[in-house]
């Protein structure tokens, strides 16, 4: 371990993590691993206790067994560390508990009363959101909580603003919002970081971010995968809900916002907000014209076919559920007007795929080849996976005798994983976790962010309901309907893989 990592582990306190949900798909795939990364780079505290909850029966040295199993499967082909293993094992405790049932949180209670020292106890809820309200109620009611007591909960938070607002209001009746952590983790990948730094830190972009400058913004988070088994949750929720009204959204402000006074969590968040009251409302003629929704049918994704939508196992054959979504808005303030943000989100698409691209306008005056006028325009790419990296498309000339002053296009390119080859880019979840150990609340969503974007997204989603159309279809392994193509291009546009 560098003495850079022993002074911020160090600075890391140690907190007793009680993770409800221990056995289910998010902590095994992600949260253990994230956790496990965090002791190989000495980023726990040194008496940091974590507390598996779930409502099986289950010994702690099975739960481990569990663990391990899934650290295997999930570390893509790392070598684990056997005495770090060893180290992360000896943390780890079981518990089972019936959420529902108030009297068996005093088995969380006394887990606390055993803590060699005072620690700040953090609850990570990852459970469906319909049961934070009752887990909540029942640490409090069970005298699991003290002043120290943070919650973390994961995103989307409700299906419309109604519950969003029901199940915020059973949160904030045990915990003020100081000590809510919504998690979006889009917010803890490294390039999103790295947005920030690259807007405020640097006056090359910091003066050129504004209608001035900027013609146009995409945003794209394409999926490879269909519904996973998911079919219960996500024909109810739909690609707006599940992924516009959160991720794309967040990424929107964070490319939108002005200027925050200082990097103190609400000075942030103040400027997101400002945001998502900006945002255009959708009138019927703007729905018709700027907003596109699909649903994928058979087709094939990397030579393999795959079934349609209403083909997946215990489909509802008569869904109207949307898979893809495009759209076009505007952000109506000073620094964004006449600006629009074209979003697009899909699942079934030809890869995995998700990035934001800055378009800068031509130059005023163009005094090169007239047939070389489509390529007079900057692009900031900013890729947050597959691999993350920024890169600035810009113009050079040709090189050889023969070609005058012949332009081509290249990158000046970032990609993350060439720059630092010796350095793992840490996981979303990694930082995420390791901010809410601290107490830091800058990289997750106030609830007033939350009740803002959920207004956005309802107004749309009644304008659809009042059309009472049906979703377009798109094969799947494509990049949506066809009509999601002629939205950009009746603008004189096109996506950034078409160019």
Not at 86 to 113: H, N
Not at 405 to 429: C, E, H, T, V
Not at 479 to 485: D, H, K, N
């Amino acid at each position: 371990m560098t003495q850079e990592t022993r002074s911020v582990a160090s600075a890391t306190p140690s907190v007793d993590l009680a993770m409800f949900g221990a056995l289910g798909d998010l902590a095994l795939r992600k949260l253990f691993p994230a956790l496990y990364h965090l002791e190989r780079e000495g980023l726990l505290g040194e008496t940091t206790r974590i507390l598996g909850l779930a409502r099986q029966t289950l010994e702690t040295a099975a739960f481990r067994d569990k663990v391990t199993a899934a650290l295997k499967t999930h570390l893509k082909g790392e070598t684990l560390d056997k005495a770090c293993l060893a180290r992360f094992l000896e943390r780890l405790e079981f518990l089972s508990v019936d959420f529902a049932k108030p009297e068996g949180y005093t088995t969380i209670r006394d887990w606390r009363r055993q803590a060699p020292d005072a620690r700040p106890l953090m609850i990570y809820l990852a459970v469906p959101a319909s049961i934070y309200g009752a887990i909540c109620h029942n640490l409090k009611a069970g005298d699991c909580l003290d002043d120290s007591a943070r919650v973390v909960v994961e995103k989307p938070i409700g299906y419309d603003l109604d519950s969003s607002n029901a199940i915020n209001d059973a949160i904030g009746a045990v915990f003020p919002e100081s000590r809510v952590y919504r998690i979006d983790h889009y917010l803890g990948k490294e390039t999103v970081q790295n947005l920030i730094a690259l807007r405020f830190a640097n006056p090359l972009f910091g003066t050129q971010w504004n209608q001035n400058h900027i013609s146009h913004v995409e945003i794209t988070v394409a999926e490879k995968v269909g519904i996973e088994g998911r079919w219960g949750y996500f024909d109810q929720a739909g690609q707006l809900r599940d992924m516009v009204q959160n991720h794309l959204l967040q990424l929107l402000c964070l490319i939108a916002m002005d200027p925050p006074s200082n990097l103190d969590a609400d000075a942030i968040r103040d400027e997101k907000v400002k945001v998502l009251k900006a945002l255009k409302p959708f009138t019927p003629e703007v729905l018709e014209r700027d907003v596109v929704r699909g649903q994928y049918i058979a087709g094939s994704v990397d030579g393999q076919s795959v079934p349609g939508y209403l083909d997946e196992e215990g489909a509802n054959t008569t869904s109207r559920t949307e898979t893809f979504v495009a759209m076009k808005t505007e952000v109506a303030n000073w620094r964004w007007a006449g600006v629009p943000f074209y979003l697009r989100t899909g699942k079934r698409m030809p890869e995995k795929l998700s990035q934001i691209v800055i378009h800068f306008r031509q130059q005023p005056h163009y005094i090169f080849d007239p047939d070389q006028r489509g390529l007079a325009s900057n692009k900031l790419i900013i890729r947050l996976q597959p691999e993350e990296g920024i890169a600035l498309q810009v113009l050079t000339k040709d090189s050889g005798l023969d070609k005058g002053m012949r332009l081509r296009p290249g990158p000046l390119d970032l990609d993350f994983n060439s720059a630092f080859p010796k350095s793992r880019i840490p996981d979303a979840y990694e930082r995420l976790l390791l901010e809410v150990m601290k107490g830091q609340q800058y990289l997750f969503v106030r609830r007033d962010e939350v009740e803002y974007a959920w207004r956005w997204i309802d107004q749309l989603i009644g304008a659809w309901e009042a059309r009472d159309d049906a979703p377009r279809r798109y094969p799947a392994g494509s990049w949506g309907p066809v009509a999601s193509i002629a939205m950009i291009t009746q603008d004189g546009r096109s996506w950034y893989e078409d160019y």
